[in-house]
């Protein structure tokens, strides 16, 4: 596959994983943390336990997040090294979007 297909196919693949506000709330209270999150997030999130779960393993499986998310042992931190790829992605393709376009369309 051609790299800007690649990129596209990165980039549309966490563009769905963070496409729900409590995935995104779920990120945010994972960046405001100092050290990797323990305990119940289901506790500071108004989610049902089982929508949670859904959430984190969508959250999970693009790379996101990483750590334990099975009870009883609960951890949950960033994964910064793909939140750091999604930056320069989503960089790459506003300011590819941005050369184009007419304005006022």
Do not use: W
């Amino acid at each position: 596959m051609p790299e800007a297909l690649d990129e596209n196919q990165a980039l549309a693949t966490y563009a769905q994983a963070l496409s729900h506000p409590v995935r995104l709330a779920i990120i945010r209270r994972l960046a405001e943390q100092s050290v990797c999150f323990h305990g119940n997030m289901a506790a500071v999130l108004p989610v049902a336990p089982s929508t949670l779960s859904q959430h984190l393993k969508v959250l999970k499986d693009a790379g996101l997040i990483k750590g334990e998310i099975d009870p009883p042992r609960v951890r949950y931190c960033l994964n910064t090294a793909k939140i750091k790829e999604i930056k320069e992605l989503f960089d790459i393709f506003l300011e590819y979007a941005l050369q184009g376009g007419v304005e006022n369309c």
